[in-house]
């Protein structure tokens, strides 16, 4: 069956520092990869897409990248701030991001 | 444009009850998508409505069903309501076409007592 897991549960690191969070998925070829940001209370915000053909993408602060060989994609945060502090999650996706499998998330907490 | 709302934000519900959910999507977009999520499976996707029609379906059984109307407006459906329903139900909405992600709405809180 399908499986996607991120790397950890909880992930603790000092501002300013980059932030890598990892996303590791089995018995999938999915066409879309995407990152959303979900904080206590809210539905989810995406953040980025890529596409399987693509290699990396970046957004401000953020970059993706998307290994359809490992079956791995990163997401990083460059220059973290206490404000970046949330759960991050990976969902992917076949034919339209309208049917997404999500990952567990991981939590990230960005100390000042 | 506004973002996606869900009404109502909070519910409490009893056993064996049946109750319905509603979503507007953002303007434009043809895509619905309703998710679960509890504490122990994470999100977990329901169904996908499009132009209207159910163009996706996740493992729940029938007891969840949807359906969305001409203004892509949708509405959740869940009868005979057990205790391991309540969740966070989030309505999500896209273009469809898969070249951007889902905006999602705040989420109904459904509490099964």
């Known amino acids: 069956s399908q499986k996607i897991e991120q790397n950890s549960e909880a992930l603790n690191i000092q501002e300013g520092k980059t932030a890598t969070l990892t996303c590791n998925y089995t018995?999938?070829?999915?066409?879309?990869l995407q990152w959303y940001r979900q904080d206590p209370g809210r539905g989810p915000v995406f953040l980025l897409l890529?596409?399987?053909?693509?290699k990396e993408k970046r957004k401000e602060r953020l970059k993706v990248t998307f290994d359809t060989t490992l079956k791995q994609s990163l997401f990083h945060i460059t220059a973290s701030q206490p404000a970046d502090s949330a759960t991050y999650l990976c969902?992917?996706?076949?034919?339209?991001?309208?049917?997404?499998?999500f990952g567990d998330g991981t939590t990230l907490t960005v100390k000042p | 444009k506004a973002g996606v709302t869900q009404t109502p934000r909070y519910l409490i519900k009893t056993r064996g009850q049946q109750v319905t959910l509603s979503c507007s999507p953002i303007?434009?977009?043809?895509?619905v998508s309703w998710y679960q999520q509890t504490p122990g499976q994470g999100l977990q996707f329901l169904f996908e409505?499009?132009?209207?029609?159910?163009?996706n379906k996740g493992n729940f059984p029938g007891r969840f069903s949807g359906r969305q109307f001409s203004n892509s407006r949708s509405e959740m459906n869940v009868s005979t309501l057990e205790l391991g329903d309540s969740a966070l139900y989030l309505c999500?909405?896209?273009?469809?076409?898969?070249?951007?992600?889902?905006?999602f709405g705040p989420g109904t809180r459904l509490t099964v007592t």
């Open positions: 999500a909405s896209s273009s469809g076409t898969g070249t951007l992600g889902q905006y």
């Open positions: 018995n999938y070829s999915p066409a879309y």
């Open positions: 890529i596409r399987e053909n693509e």
């Open positions: 969902a992917l996706a076949n034919t339209n991001a309208g049917k997404s499998t």
């Open positions: 303007s434009g977009h043809r895509s």
């Open positions: 409505y499009f132009s209207e029609t159910q163009r």
